[in-house]
């Protein structure tokens, strides 16, 4: 696996003068469906961090207020050991027709090598349709570490301890 560090520069704004230093990592990735023209995943700026994925289907698919499916993106990936990929929502869709993924974020485990599907909720009030070629998520490759477990009797004391789901306040 190789892991590159790029350095970017903007050329614009007062961030010229600055370096920027971005990791880069090799993405092996596969069109599924040679008869249909299939958009890969990519970086709509130059500062996203996720890469869009796009809808692969042969007829719209059209969710009704509170429904979910799964919409293929015609693509398979091969991501190296010690990264995943993470799938998250799109927030334009979000904001303007209350489209969500269920799931969020989903993980593409670095042994997996089926068909990246996107499993899409349709949290709006009205219905909502997918075509072929719409963007519909976001994909981030993220590195990922394993945790080794230790079971104790006792765990370390915090201000916090147990205190969750709104104990700071509203």
Do not use: C
């Not at 303007?96 to 989903?106: D, Y």
Request: no cysteine; hydrophobic share 40%; aromatic share 6%.
């Amino acid at each position: 696996m190789a892991v590159v560090w790029k350095v970017i520069s903007s050329q614009r704004s007062d961030l010229e003068r600055q370096a920027v230093f971005v990791k880069e990592v090799r993405i092996l990735i596969k069109r599924l469906k040679r008869d249909q023209a299939i958009s890969l995943p990519r970086y709509m700026t130059a500062g996203s961090s996720g890469m869009d994925l796009f809808a692969s289907l042969e007829e719209e698919v059209t969710l009704a207020p509170g429904e979910r499916r799964l919409i293929p993106t015609g693509i398979a990936v091969a991501i190296p050991e010690g990264f995943e990929g993470q799938i998250r929502p799109r927030s334009g869709l979000a904001i303007r027709n209350g489209i969500g993924l269920v799931n969020a974020p989903g993980t593409i485990d670095s042994d997996y090598r089926g068909e990246v599907s996107v499993l899409v909720i349709n949290f709006g009030e009205s219905p909502f349709t997918v075509r072929h070629g719409d963007r519909i998520a976001q994909m981030v490759i993220t590195p990922v570490f394993r945790a080794v477990l230790e079971e104790v009797d006792d765990l370390p004391s915090t201000p916090r301890q147990g205190g969750g789901f709104g104990h700071t306040g509203i």
